[in-house]
């Protein structure tokens, strides 16, 4: 069996994702998308996607990034495409400067960014699966990228800011194989390749 070789790499690292609903409803209250780029053509670095529904002190949130160029890209070039985005002003969202990081011991992974005013805390516990996800030609816009990923739902799902925990609760049900699924995932060794051509 011959080794298959693809290229051009255009993102290698981690990318955990989050959605928190009105308890009991299919209302959203805030999504999270945290990049950690281990190498890119853009540099590496850091980037939180933060969207609230509403927020006294961040309105509908922000990108938080350590690296804005690289931000920018991964943001215009594929989260806008994501499927919990469908429909949320992502560009309308400002990037914010801070220091990012993550701390993972098996139990507890937790993103957090640190602005000149403002904390965000991820936070994703009790991985429930963990599996492989190969998928072509993933769609982002008139473009498309290979995406492999290791994809792990998650029992617990929280985002604070400021200390405050923000109010939702994740959604956790079971696939049809009786597999668990989850609004808040761990996404670890995820490559997308592309642009892909047809």
């Known amino acids: 069996m011959s080794t298959e070789i693809k290229r051009p790499v255009f993102f290698c690292g981690e990318n955990p994702g989050m959605t928190l609903y009105t308890p009991g409803t299919e209302q959203v209250t805030a999504i999270v998308s945290y990049w950690l780029c281990t190498d890119s053509l853009h540099g590496i670095g850091h980037a939180l996607v933060l969207w609230l529904s509403e927020s006294a002190e961040l309105q509908h949130g922000g990108i938080f990034t350590d690296n804005r160029a690289l931000a920018e890209v991964l943001i215009q070039r594929l989260t806008r495409y994501f499927p919990e985005f469908q429909g949320v002003l992502i560009d309308e969202l400002a990037y914010i400067e801070a220091e990012c990081g993550h701390t993972y011991d098996g139990e507890r992974y937790l993103a957090t960014c640190q602005s000149s005013e403002t904390r965000v805390e991820a936070e994703w516990r009790n ?27 998650c029992g617990v799902g929280r985002i604070r800011l400021n200390g405050k925990e923000i109010e939702g609760e994740i959604q956790v049900a079971q696939s049809a194989e009786g597999r668990s699924l989850s609004s808040a995932f761990l996404a670890f060794a995820e490559t997308w390749i592309g642009p892909v051509q047809d």
């Open 127 to 153: 991985v429930l699966d963990r599996k492989q996800i190969v998928w072509p030609h993933f769609p982002a816009g008139e473009v498309a990228y290979d995406l492999t990923t290791v994809i792990c739902p």
